[in-house]
């Protein structure tokens, strides 16, 4: 890739339906800006995708998985799928406001859930432009207590895979309250795991961040960052180059774009917040969280 990206959206969905109208402008308009991506799946569909647009675009990586709450029958979310794959029972409007809030649980609608089959995601792994396996790990907030059991089997086949394919995991880890999913996943990664990753939209407090930094996991921030304090401390007290920067799009839209959808090109805001919180220079966090990525990923 070429040096002139400046910055990483290590973490965004610019495959999912909320981009079906503008996909190509949002993705161009991106690499004008110097911002390079990773466009994660979070099942078969949107994992293929993902690589079509890692194919079509030399700033667009792609990551292949299939995320802890498609394992079962859940809530879905329209702006990811779009509103053909709601029950016909069921309208999915209302996508704008609640679902770019993201993770709501208003909203959406309820999805089939789909059968992790390794050897599919294996050949798509093989292609040279997927970067990461994932996003996997556990969701314990939208779960319901019997799925359990379903994520960790198939947590542990995508960590399988990913020691296979020799490529790192895009963690996606989701606590119902405090820190139990995130114990789980590192139980799990303990156990299994050979290669290291990234935990995505990090929720933990200092204490849990310090043992996935430990365990040689980067932890990666959106722009969360730009309306709550909740992270001040683990941004602070995490090395630099344990850091990566993300925007989750079309989730969690950053200030001052907050009630638009997101997109990668607001990664710059989350950057930004990283190294305000830091009291570090813009420029310096940025060529930093760039190296991260290139490390992490090895693109
Ligand atoms: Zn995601």
């Known amino acids: 890739m070429e040096?002139?990206?400046?910055?990483?959206?290590?973490?965004?969905?610019?495959?999912?339906?909320?981009?079906?109208?503008?996909?190509?402008?949002?993705?161009?308009?991106?690499?004008?800006?110097?911002v390079a991506m990773n466009v994660v799946g979070t099942q078969?569909?949107?994992?293929?995708?993902?690589?079509?647009?890692?194919?079509?675009?030399?700033?667009?990586?792609?990551?292949?998985g299939l995320h802890p709450i498609h394992t079962a029958k859940s809530y879905h979310d329209p702006e990811e799928l779009g509103p053909s794959f709601a029950p016909p029972s069921r309208k999915a409007s209302d996508g704008q406001g609640k679902a770019?809030?993201?993770?709501g649980r208003s909203g959406g609608f309820t999805s089939r859930g789909e059968t992790f089959d390794p050897n599919v995601y294996e050949e798509m792994g093989k292609h040279a432009r997927v970067i990461a396996i994932g996003e996997c790990g556990l969701d314990y907030?939208?779960?319901?207590?019997?799925?359990?059991?379903?994520?960790?089997?198939?947590?542990?086949?995508?960590?399988?895979?990913?020691?296979?394919?020799?490529?790192?995991?895009?963690?996606?880890?989701?606590p119902s309250d405090g820190r139990d999913a995130y114990d789980d996943a590192l139980g799990?990664?303990?156990?299994?795991?050979?290669?290291?990753?990234?935990?995505?939209?990090?929720?933990?407090?200092?204490?849990?961040a310090k043992k996935f930094l430990d365990f040689g996991f980067t932890l990666s921030f959106t722009g969360v960052l730009t309306f709550t304090h909740d992270y001040d401390e683990v941004v602070r007290n995490a090395p630099l180059?344990?850091?990566?920067?993300?925007?989750?799009?079309?989730?969690?839209?950053p200030v001052p774009?907050?009630?638009?959808?997101?997109?990668?090109?607001?990664?710059?805001?989350?950057?930004?917040?990283?190294?305000?919180?830091?009291?570090?220079?813009?420029?310096?966090?940025?060529?930093?969280?760039?190296e991260n990525a290139r490390r992490v990923f090895r693109f």
């Open 188 to 208: 799990a990664l303990k156990a299994h795991a050979k290669v290291k990753g990234d935990v995505h939209f990090f929720a933990g407090n200092w204490e849990t």
């Open 3 to 34: 040096r002139k990206m400046k910055y990483f959206d290590a973490h965004t969905h610019v495959n999912f339906a909320a981009y079906n109208e503008d996909r190509e402008a949002v993705i161009l308009r991106a690499k004008e800006a110097g």
């Open 241 to 253: 180059d344990m850091l990566l920067s993300e925007t989750d799009a079309p989730y969690v839209t």
């Open 100 to 103: 770019s809030e993201g993770k």
């Open 257 to 290: 774009h907050r009630g638009k959808r997101n997109k990668p090109i607001f990664v710059t805001e989350v950057v930004r917040a990283i190294a305000r919180i830091r009291g570090q220079d813009f420029d310096e966090v940025a060529f930093q969280l760039m």
């Open 141 to 174: 907030y939208r779960c319901d207590e019997t799925t359990k059991g379903l994520q960790k089997k198939v947590f542990i086949e995508h960590i399988e895979l990913a020691n296979r394919l020799k490529k790192p995991l895009m963690l996606h880890v989701r």
């Open 44 to 64: 078969l569909d949107t994992s293929a995708s993902a690589v079509a647009l890692a194919d079509a675009y030399e700033h667009v990586y792609a990551t292949i």
